[in-house]
């Protein structure tokens, strides 16, 4: 059995990749989430029966042995797909057209940036010369202008314009596509964003206009990005973020709109373990102080500028580390020890590696746990400087994937940073 599915919350350009999934490959079986765009919630209210979608509940997962993703490349983004994770024996094909690094180990991968995930399965349906019913079209069409702006959003790139083209040449109806693009906006959104403009604030970032707002919110409130970008709109900034409180998850949700390339929104989510474009991203944070949260977006926007909180204010010390000559096996007994996932390899005082869990999986032979430490350690030294800043920390170990830092001064290895302790600022966690 195969199964194509795409993120929680699904929008149309999920939803119409998820059908387009099924006119590629015609023997999977289409799962949506139960989580839905509104907008989606109402076209399959009338449509459903024409696309013949399931959720995960009405199939046995045991049964899977090919899983193709789209418009995602995240496990986290899926829904109850954990079995199958753990399900060594799957083929994974994926399609995004994100630029996140994915965690799902695809056998096969189309993943390219581009204004709309469909776009890139369109592609491949025209390689295939295979024909597409007036609804088919309509559906594909929804999912790339909504993803695109209509094709005004910064993201956009001549290939959405010619699938489009070649949509229209299929009978899409603009009739049907505009009635499920209109955006719900309701007495909840119009009070959130009059309370967003009575507080409203404008920064100054290089030569770009920005505002970022913090408001609480209570319940479930739909089509908050609707309401950043009209607040975006009516003040007339380069780039709007609102961060949404929602005390009683003890979560934060942040949202941003850019209408320049210069500020890049869906950089900006990722960094905050989120996503997006160019000119739309999101991210949603548990447990986060929100003033910490807004010093966090100040810095991304300035180019990571340093803050008042340090490396050397936030590093782990005294460090453990190992010569280059000891036994692996020694290794793996510090590691359990000290409860840590990876440690320094000094000599003398010279760091000359790093060694981390990962690096074990090298090991093919038990007869090779007595080898030296240096034969499997990582010797790209990246290292950082105790007078950075803790996003300046975070980036490097996003750019290089890895979990920890050594601090270095003078030539010498004085403290770790890792991932846990990059994150105390801005979780509000810092040390008395």
């Known amino acids: 059995m195969q199964i194509i599915t795409t993120h929680r919350n699904t929008d149309f350009d999920g939803f119409a990749s998820v059908i387009a999934g099924t006119i590629i490959y015609p023997d999977a079986i ?9 907008n989606v919630k109402a076209f399959l209210s009338i449509h459903k029966d024409l696309f013949g979608t399931r959720t995960v509940n009405e199939i046995d997962l045991t049964h899977v042995k090919r899983l193709i993703v789209v418009d995602t490349c995240k496990w986290s983004r899926l829904e109850k797909m954990k079995s199958l994770r753990e399900n060594k ?6 399609w995004d057209h994100h630029e996140n690094k994915s965690d799902l180990n695809p056998i ?21 010369k295979i024909l597409l019913t007036p609804m088919q079209a309509t559906l ?9 702006g209509n094709l005004s959003f910064p993201s956009s790139t001549a290939e959405d314009a010619y699938a ?3 949509l229209l040449e299929n009978k899409a109806d603009l009739n049907i596509l505009s009635t499920f693009l209109q955006p719900a906006y309701g007495e909840k959104q119009k009070n959130i964003l009059f309370e ?25 409130i739909s089509n908050l990005s609707l309401v950043v970008n009209m607040y975006r709109d009516i003040l007339n900034v380069d780039a709007a973020f609102g961060i949404f409180v929602h005390k009683d998850h003890e979560k934060c949700i942040v949202i941003g709109r850019s209408s320049v390339e210069d500020i890049n929104v869906g950089s900006i989510m990722r960094s905050m373990g989120g996503g997006g474009h160019p000119g739309a991203g999101s991210a949603m944070i548990k447990s986060v102080n929100p003033s910490a949260l807004n010093d966090w977006l100040l810095e991304l926007l300035k180019g990571n500028q340093q803050s008042s909180v340090l490396i050397s204010d936030l590093m782990s010390y005294p460090v453990f580390s190992v010569t280059s000559d000891t036994s692996m096996s020694d290794v793996a007994d510090v590691l359990k020890e000290k ?13 000359v590696g790093v060694i981390s869990r990962r690096d074990f999986k090298k090991i093919r032979k038990s007869s090779q746990l007595q080898s030296p430490v240096k034969a499997f350690m990582n010797t790209r030294n990246i290292t950082i400087d105790p007078g950075k800043s803790p996003m300046e920390a975070a980036r490097i170990m996003v750019k290089y994937d890895i979990g920890r830092l050594p601090v270095v001064k ?6 770790i940073m890792s991932r846990s302790d990059a994150m105390l600022y801005f979780y509000d966690l810092l040390p008395d």
């Open 30 to 38: 289409p799962i949506l989430p139960k989580a839905l765009n509104p």
């Open 89 to 94: 024996n799957l083929e994974i094909f994926l």
């Open 108 to 128: 096969w991968i189309c993943q390219e940036r581009i204004g709309a995930n469909i776009t890139l399965m369109i592609r491949e349906i025209k390689k295939q």
């Open 140 to 148: 594909f069409l929804t999912g790339l202008y909504e993803d695109t």
């Open 164 to 166: 489009a083209g070649y």
């Open 196 to 220: 967003m403009l009575k507080t409203a604030r404008r920064t100054k970032i290089d030569s770009y206009a920005v505002s970022i707002n913090i408001m609480q919110i209570a319940g479930h």
């Open 339 to 351: 409860g840590c996932t990876g440690l320094p390899i000094v000599d003398g005082e010279k760091l």
């Open 410 to 415: 003078d030539d010498k290895i004085i403290g």
